[in-house]
């Protein structure tokens, strides 16, 4: 208990799920789900992402808890406390926040900059051709708002687990929900007649975002959207990272973890969906099926455009959307470097100020090689997937498209062979709490995980 009392831990159960879900709650919700549900046809990603984060999701989340609370421990001791020989994987699962953090913090920045452009009553120009394309390749505004992004950042992460972390959930999680849930709404009402007559509304884009449509569907193009959904819940639900793992170690042992896990489960879920539901209507209505191909510039690119076109009504609802996403990136931006401060602290016994003054120092240093990936370090790679990228695609595909899955994959095997899935089930079942969904858990961790997950990884290497 003085371990534990040391490392911190969350007041209560409702502390635990803010913080949670604030980690899970951030840009993979708010910027990568929209845009790849756009990509993907809306309503079948959609289907596909609700069917496996009931099931995968829901596996790896308990798992990771699981493991956090059990040991007390971060990532990087965890996994070795479980199974000595298996201790690889907490190096592995600590390494890949150590990579996203610092473009994490760079794309921060990105939103801070639009933020503080509709703040300023400048959205007009973030709707104009070039503008975001500008702002990424300077030498020094990108560096200077990526650092003002991790500063805050690194500030919520030195006060600690309950002064820090949970009281900083506490106050946003409430106000982001209320501004996520009062766009979608708002996205619903809009109508917008085009250069050539077409009426097209916000209800109309609902349909599409909602509706599967299977139609001249193949295979090949099913098995696509498939491993997109696949992939986009590592970002959802903060798994794979050591976020959860670090999180649950804070969790006290009355805690009810099932009762959490699906709190946090719903509420990730149903941010994703109100993002899509505030993004995909509003692109449809202002610039049709086309508009919504926009990939990852959907955010930066597409949105001001779509703001531009509502009139002096769309500053408002820029600043708005944009202090929004500012909210939901902070939260999970902790959670990143909250895990990997924890692990040092719990691998070298440092303090908490004396860690996250190591982090901080290498986040700058390779923040500022992200921003500068665009302008003085720019070049071009291509990946094993196909795409083509420089050094924030690169540290997203190591990160994302490889080390994720062989965390997770390898967690499926210890827990679901190694050590065995009690392991996980007498964790979640202390004080005679109820396991629900226990034989689906035990279904996914042994066999249809570990499936998906090797699926992913040839995907990710080009083999089909």
Known sequence: MNEKTKRGSFSGQLGFILAAAGSAVGLGNIWRFPYLAAKDGGGVFLLLYLVLALTFGFALLTTEIAIGRKTGQSPLTAYGQIDKRWGWIGFVACLVPSIILPYYCAIGGWVFKYFFTYLTGQGHAAAAD???SGYITGNTEPIV?????????????IAGVEK?????????????????????????TLKHTDASGAVRTGFQGLKIYVIPNFKGMTVKSFFIVLMDALGQLFYSIS??????????????????????????????TLVAFLAGLMIIPAVYTFAGVDGMSGGPGLMFITLPKVFESMGSIGSVVGLVFFVMVSFAAVT?????MEAIVSSLMDQFKLSRRKASVIIIAYTLLAGTAVCMGYNRLYFELKLPNGTVGQILDVMDYVSNNCLMPVVSLGTCILIGWVAGPEVVINEVTQDK????????????????????????????????
């Open 433 to 464: 709490y109820k396991f629900g969904r226990k034989k689906l858990y035990v279904a996914m961790i042994r066999f249809i995980a570990p499936i998906l997950l090797f699926i992913l990884l040839l995907q990710a290497f080009g083999v089909f």
């Open 239 to 268: 798994v794979a990272m050591g976020i959860m793992i670090t999180y649950g170690s804070y969790a006290k042992k009355e805690t009810n973890l099932m009762s959490s896990i699906n709190e946090i489960e719903f509420f990730d």
């Open 145 to 157: 708002w990526m650092v003002v992004y991790f500063m805050i950042t690194a500030v919520v992460v």
């Open 164 to 188: 820090g972390i949970e009281k900083f959930s506490k106050i946003l999680m409430p106000v982001l929900f209320v501004l996520i849930t009062a766009i979608s709404v708002f996205a619903l």
């Open 332 to 336: 999970s931006s902790v959670s990143i």
């Open 130 to 132: 070039g503008y975001f």
